[in-house]
């Protein structure tokens, strides 16, 4: 049976238009064959439409796929994104593995082959029913395109349903303010897969009449009233437990990645630490360190190095995920600490030690409680003991602090005077986003509170070093500055995301915004982090198996993509070279070299 390329492009268009008219504004394209109906009919909507849906496309598979969870990141909101049959489908696995670990909306849409050709040897097919497993939030095998009435209500519903397993968040938690990107990446979707199998011929035709209209409801609404996240507040009943749980010991609270999402955020949750005098452990992703409140203790990492009886806590409160720090999460497992998990979904414990999981957000944990503490009139004020607690942990941050700040004086040869320097000079509102390995335990420590309002991401779901780059190609997207701090391995396992270098200038030819993204790599010629492992050894396997040294020319990689390139290695020079990349269109990238080995004795000063 041949497909209807009439039929085709009205169910596809009902689809598409109501995947948009629900709050999906990014599409990326893998280009492939099978996928025809679904590209062209996503790219014709961006062509009449531009305002309502961007169309990005990304040859390499697996950075397309990361390419639209960076967009989906950064935004709170889902992104779509679209593949061919067969093992581009496979390609999509650990951008969609990376989407569950880290609640990232990513909307996955495969083109197949029918059934009549299943199970048959024909080409370029294989078995794409639940490709993913239980990784994904659902998955539907969509039918083959009809334009009956009943046919492309089902296409609509079916893009409800995709926009609704997906989550994510309402549109007035995805900026901050009027309209700017948040401050973190608090995100509470996570990836679904739909298959679409398509029949030759493959061109829809999309000159059909009504090919976004046709079956369209009468509510003509914004997607934030069509998806409504309802706040969930905690009854006063068991706000007045918690308050009595609390009272009386030393209270500490671990704020992990996403912790707040806007600024607005921010300061209700500031309110409601300085109210109870609750130091503020701010993971570098938390979205704290915006602030220079005292109580944000963002040198925790060193000062843990040595910790005091005096900063042991009687109880934890965790927002989010445990932080980048591992020391951070030894003391809490060690703490023998009373364990209170904020989250609206799971607890994320892998230390096993929760005693009452709250399911909220951080926000409305927060506002809960200060009505709490108002109701009673105040009488849950922080009390001595607190006091005096709180006050141990800002004294020991800003010992550790000094400790840190003479990072100032380094000239060269260490990766954390340039990432504090990235860390200073990043321009107000622009995106930081920071690799794995080494990149994010760096920022952990250099990266000081009450600077410039920067947006930091990482992709700490799964801490692979898969498509990093594209991931925050595609959260440039979101901000006019972005700069993307990592290393060389992780840089050479997505080299290809470079080739976007072109996407991004048909982007501005045909009116989209200009993205200035800076890649700073900081290329020590391997894993350096292995030699901070337990793994390091003067045998010959170290080298061979860990610290794998590439000896790649990373400049002659620029100029075959058309990246502008510099390569410096002191302070000063990368100063004048980042500072001359910033806004400038497109992709550049700033080269720091840095020595292999003896990355433990040039951290020593500022983390043990």
């Not at 495969?110 to 029913?129: F, K, N, V």
Request: glycine share 8%; hydrophobic share 45%; with cysteine.
């Amino acid at each position: 049976m041949r497909a209807d390329p009439t039929a085709s492009a009205l169910f596809l268009g009902a689809f598409f238009d109501e995947l948009e008219r629900w709050g999906v504004h990014d599409v990326v394209v893998s280009p492939g064959s099978r996928s025809t109906p679904l590209a062209m009919t996503a790219y014709e909507l961006s062509r009449r439409f531009p305002d309502r849906l961007r169309l990005f496309v990304d040859v390499d598979e697996r950075g397309a796929a990361f390419f639209a969870l960076g967009l989906a990141k950064a935004s709170g909101q889902p992104a779509a994104v679209i593949c061919t049959s067969g093992t581009a489908v496979a390609n999509y696995y650990p951008a969609v593995l990376e989407a569950e670990s880290s609640r990232v909306p990513l909307i996955v849409l495969t083109g197949d082959r029918p059934a009549r050709l299943q199970g048959l040897g024909a080409p370029q097919t294989c078995d794409q029913l639940n490709a993913y497993g239980s990784h994904v939030r659902a998955f539907r095998n969509m039918p083959e395109p009809a334009a009956d009435a009943a046919a492309i209500a089902f296409a609509r519903q079916a893009a409800r349903e995709a926009r609704i397993a997906a989550g994510g968040e309402a549109a007035g938690r995805a900026t901050d303010g009027e309209g700017a990107p948040r401050i973190a990446g608090a995100c509470l979707g996570g990836p679904v897969h739909f298959n679409f199998p398509f029949d030759e011929p493959l061109k829809p035709d999309l000159r059909v009449e009504g090919l976004f209209e046709t079956g369209r409801s009468a509510l003509n609404a914004p997607s934030d009233l069509r998806l409504i996240h309802p706040s969930t507040y905690l009854d006063p009943m068991d706000s007045a437990r918690v308050l009595e749980l609390l009272r009386g010991r030393r209270v500490l609270v671990a704020a992990g990645e996403g912790s707040c999402a806007t600024t607005d955020e921010m300061g209700a949750l500031l309110a409601w630490a300085e109210s109870f005098e609750y130091p503020l452990l701010a993971d570098p992703l938390s979205g704290l360190r915006t602030a220079a409140d005292p109580l944000v203790i963002d040198r925790y990492d060193t000062v843990l190095g040595a910790p005091a009886d005096a900063l042991v806590p009687e109880a934890v409160i965790r927002f989010g995920r445990y932080p980048v720090s591992k020391r951070a999460t030894a003391f809490l497992a060690n703490a023998g600490a009373i364990n209170i998990v904020v989250d609206p979904l799971e607890t994320r414990d892998f230390n096993c030690a929760t005693d009452v999981h709250l399911r909220c957000t951080p926000l409305d944990f927060s506002q809960t409680m200060l009505a709490a503490k108002q109701s009673l009139g105040g009488e849950d004020a922080a009390d001595d003991r607190q006091s005096a607690f709180a006050a141990a942990w800002l004294e020991a941050n800003a010992a550790a602090g000094a400790r840190v700040d003479a990072v100032d004086a380094v000239e060269a040869g260490f990766e954390g005077a340039f990432v504090r320097r990235v860390a200073e000079r990043a321009p107000e509102g622009s995106c930081l986003f920071a690799a794995n390995s080494m990149s994010v335990r760096a920022l952990d420590t250099f990266y000081a509170k009450g600077g410039r309002r920067l947006t930091v991401l990482c992709n700490r779901g799964l801490n692979g070093i898969d498509g990093t780059v594209s991931t925050a190609l595609g959260a440039a997207q979101h901000f006019e500055q972005t700069t993307l701090l990592t290393g060389d391995l992780t840089l050479l396992h997505d080299l290809n995301a470079l080739a976007l270098q072109r996407e991004l200038r048909v982007q501005r030819a045909s009116g989209g915004l200009d993205r200035s993204i800076v890649i700073v790599l900081l290329n020590n010629n391997g894993g350096g982090i292995f030699d901070m492992l337990p793994q390091r050894s003067e045998d010959a396997y170290f080298e061979r198996l860990f610290l794998t040294p590439q000896d790649v020319e990373f400049g002659a990689a620029a100029q075959a993509f058309g990246v502008p390139h510099r390569l410096v290695e002191t302070v000063a020079e990368f100063d004048a070279a980042y500072d001359e990349a910033l806004g400038v269109p497109g992709i550049s990238l700033v080269e720091v070299r840095v020595p292999l080995e003896g990355l433990p004795e040039r951290y020593a000063p500022y983390w043990s």
